[in-house]
Nanobody
Framework: QVQLVESGGGLVQPGGSLRLSCAASGFPFSNYVMSWYRQAPGNERDLVARISRFGRNRDYADSVKGRFTINRDNRNDTVYLQMNSLKSEDTAVYFC?????????WGQGTQVTVSS
């Protein structure tokens, strides 16, 4: 059974930091490109960051470049999103995504709220 379980969300003040984790199981993790997406109320689900199978390549949305870092641990089948200098506009539900050709999986999401 495929599972992607996100954790680490919560309430944080502007300028603060959070680290999201996504634990994967049920599929060959290192075969998949891993990504984080986010969706705010009334908005589409947008790509935040993506990391290649062995971590050699990373892509980021312009809005998070220099503040967020994506990493993966293929030994423990986990992908991380370190979020620094958080802003109110980062408030959203964050989703973990696993993708290979013709196949994609999603987690259930974790809420991140940036507010004073």
């Amino acid at each position: 059974q495929v599972q992607l379980v996100e954790s680490g969300g919560g309430l944080v003040q502007p300028g603060g930091s959070l680290r999201l984790s996504c634990a994967a199981s049920g599929f060959p993790f290192s075969n998949y490109v891993m990504s984080w997406y986010r969706q705010a109320p009334g908005n589409e689900r947008d790509l935040v960051a993506r990391i290649s199978r062995f971590g050699r390549n990373r892509d980021y949305a312009d809005s998070v470049k220099g503040r967020f870092t994506i990493n993966r641990d293929n030994r423990n089948d986990t992908v991380y999103l370190q979020m620094n200098s958080l802003k109110s506009e980062d408030t959203a539900v964050y989703f973990c995504n696993a993708q290979e050709t013709g196949r994609a999986y999603w987690g259930q999401g974790t809420q991140v709220t940036v507010s004073s």
